[in-house]
């Protein structure tokens, strides 16, 4: 199996297990959470019920909850202190959940401001795509059926997201799965782990970075001079390679202390990404394990 053969202690059979694991137990979430969000209702407490109701199931968040509205398509998550509530929104949550770095990743749209016809076009990519794979099929082949899907409903796929492996630790392993026509692809094999990550959009088809970033990963662990970053370093650990909010972090001076460790390269921040022409954008997600002749959805 790529990407997993080489884990040791553990056998194939294990890591599959933990995949299966995390997809049954994601999915469960995401089902609960799309009758959670309403009109008025609080973004930071549906994001922290979703954490919380991770770890109580026995495992972890793979990464933040991303909250994403209207034009925006991904990274957003809210603040310690947020105080926003939902709208008329076209509402992306984003999940996912780990076990012991095995990561099942999953996205769904509540539309909340009457465009069920923008959710249903990423809503069908994602299913038209799910129903082509199998091992040996070329993803540059599954980017053109994504595209196809979306087009068909008047909409355009954001050209600059992509579908991508999962690997332990690891929430963006190759392969890339492109939403649009690609002249070159990679052939999947049996047994690879990927997420099939459509997203559908009004705007201009492709994305640009906001300036808000409430989302970080550690990229190298290195020494750094001060105090306060390194204070920060050591809480870090824990999520190992994984992305982590900035709500999640204890102590004084988080935000400098970030600031200290973007600067010397130790974490990385991710933008909140948006629709460069201001569309509304929808997303659907799933992740899943090809097979010999199909797959085997994980977080359905």
Same mark, same amino acid.
């Given at each position: 199996m790529k990407d997993i053969d080489s884990i040791e202690d553990e056998t194939v059979e294990e890591i599959i297990e933990k995949y299966v694991r995390a997809g049954a137990i994601?999915?469960?979430?995401?089902?609960?959470?799309?009758?959670?969000?309403?009109?008025?209702?609080? @973004? &930071?407490?549906?994001?922290?019920?979703?954490?919380?109701?991770?770890?109580?199931?026995?495992?972890?968040?793979?990464?933040?909850?991303?909250?994403?509205?209207?034009?925006?398509?991904?990274h957003a998550t809210p603040t310690k202190d947020d105080t926003r509530v939902f709208g008329e929104d076209i509402v992306k949550i984003d999940?996912?959940?780990?076990?012991?770095?095995?990561?099942?990743?999953?996205?769904?749209?509540?539309? @909340?401001?009457?465009?069920?016809?923008?959710?249903?076009?990423?809503?069908?990519? &994602?299913?038209?795509?799910?129903?082509?794979?199998?091992?040996?099929?070329?993803?540059?082949?599954?980017?053109?059926?994504?595209?196809?899907?979306?087009?068909?409903?008047?909409?355009?796929?954001?050209?600059?997201?992509?579908?991508?492996?999962?690997?332990?630790y690891n929430q963006h392993a190759p392969p890339t799965i492109p939403n649009v026509k690609v002249e070159h692809g990679t052939i999947l094999e049996e047994g690879e782990i990927v997420a099939i990550e459509p997203f559908a959009t009004d705007g201009a088809g492709r994305v640009v970075e906001g300036h808000t970033r409430e989302i970080y990963r &550690?990229?190298?662990?290195?020494?750094?001079?001060?105090?306060?970053?390194?204070?920060?370093?050591?809480?870090?650990?824990?999520?190992?390679?994984?992305p982590f909010a900035k709500r999640w972090l204890a102590g004084e001076h988080i935000d400098f202390a970030l600031h200290q460790?973007?600067?010397?390269?130790?974490?990385?921040g991710y933008p909140v990404l948006k629709d460069a022409g201001g569309g509304l954008v929808s997303q659907a997600e799933h992740t899943v394990m090809i097979t010999e002749n199909g797959c085997e959805v994980l977080t359905r």
């Amino acid at each position: 199996m790529k990407d997993i053969d080489s884990i040791e202690d553990e056998t194939v059979e294990e890591i599959i297990e933990k995949y299966v694991r995390a997809g049954a137990i994601v999915s469960k979430i995401r089902e609960r959470t799309a009758k959670r969000v309403k009109i008025g209702e609080s @973004l &930071l407490e549906v994001a922290r019920e979703i954490e919380e109701e991770m770890i109580g199931a026995g495992c972890k968040p793979a990464f933040p909850t991303n909250i994403s509205r209207n034009e925006e398509a991904a990274h957003a998550t809210p603040t310690k202190d947020d105080t926003r509530v939902f709208g008329e929104d076209i509402v992306k949550i984003d999940l996912g959940t780990q076990i012991d770095g095995y990561i099942a990743d999953t996205a769904i749209t509540i539309d @909340l401001a009457g465009r069920s016809d923008l959710v249903k076009a990423s809503e069908d990519a &994602l299913d038209n795509a799910i129903k082509n794979l199998h091992a040996g099929i070329n993803t540059k082949e599954i980017a053109a059926i994504i595209e196809e899907t979306i087009t068909e409903y008047g909409y355009k796929p954001i050209a600059n997201l992509t579908g991508h492996g999962l690997a332990r630790y690891n929430q963006h392993a190759p392969p890339t799965i492109p939403n649009v026509k690609v002249e070159h692809g990679t052939i999947l094999e049996e047994g690879e782990i990927v997420a099939i990550e459509p997203f559908a959009t009004d705007g201009a088809g492709r994305v640009v970075e906001g300036h808000t970033r409430e989302i970080y990963r &550690l990229i190298e662990e290195k020494p750094i001079r001060h105090p306060i970053a390194r204070k920060l370093l050591t809480q870090l650990r824990e999520y190992r390679t994984l992305p982590f909010a900035k709500r999640w972090l204890a102590g004084e001076h988080i935000d400098f202390a970030l600031h200290q460790l973007e600067k010397a390269q130790i974490i990385m921040g991710y933008p909140v990404l948006k629709d460069a022409g201001g569309g509304l954008v929808s997303q659907a997600e799933h992740t899943v394990m090809i097979t010999e002749n199909g797959c085997e959805v994980l977080t359905r």
